[in-house]
């Protein structure tokens, strides 16, 4: 992905939030300069991964195959005793998060506004291989059985729980969609498991200056 894309993808993503009335911490406006200049009271947001997140997922294809999102808040376990994550995310239209589950994370994904957010579901088998076994999940703590691989639809404030190994892929219809994520503790280094090998955050082209700095990148210049 180049810079000015990333740069421009942010800035819709403000734009989305701010139409649906979310209001995001004031440290996803600060600048580079600005974060240089922040010290050991803001090591929570650094070493936690909380700001933004743009990826394509080493795809260079960010159109079909990517997510731009918040983390909010999120706990480290090996720095402090918060044991949640929140995350806000915006979904475009018909763009796809690809297949992938969580080892230890359990989430509620919410629908906050906009289209409609699709969702396809399978079972992982103890190989971590995708199953055809029916995947009987939460929606809005109502238990429902969907069968796997077939598309579940959650409309504006609809919800839905993922347990661990529970494959998952998901994308926007009729328009993008503003998801909320609440979670235990997010740990992308060491907690997804995509069905296809992929890059978790891309590769990046500085055609650009920065206007923002992504969520690992904190510690570079």
Known sequence: MKRSEINRYINEAKKFFA????????????????????GAECDEIRRNGLGWDVTDFASG?????????????????KYD????CEKIMFVRENQITPTHFHWRKMEDIIHRGGGVFCVKLWKADANEQPT??????????????????????????????F??????????????????EVSTVNDDAADNRFLEPL????HIEEDEPKAFLLCNEYGRK
Not at 19 to 38: G, I, N, R, Y
């Open 19 to 38: 139409e649906h009335q979310f209001h995001l911490p004031v440290w996803v406006d600060w600048s580079p300069a600005e974060w240089a200049t922040k």
């Open 61 to 77: 294809e960010f159109d079909k195959v990517g997510l731009t999102l918040v983390t909010i808040r999120n706990g480290n376990v």
């Open 81 to 84: 005793k918060k044991t949640y």
């Open 132 to 161: 055809d076994e029916p995947c009987s999940v939460q929606v809005d703590g109502v238990t429902t059985v969907v069968p796997a691989g077939e598309v579940l639809r959650l409309y504006p404030g609809q919800s839905i729980s």
């Open 163 to 180: 347990e661990p190994y529970m494959y998952h892929q998901f994308w926007s219809e009729n328009g993008p969609s503003m998801i909320g």
């Open 199 to 202: 890059g978790r955050y891309p």
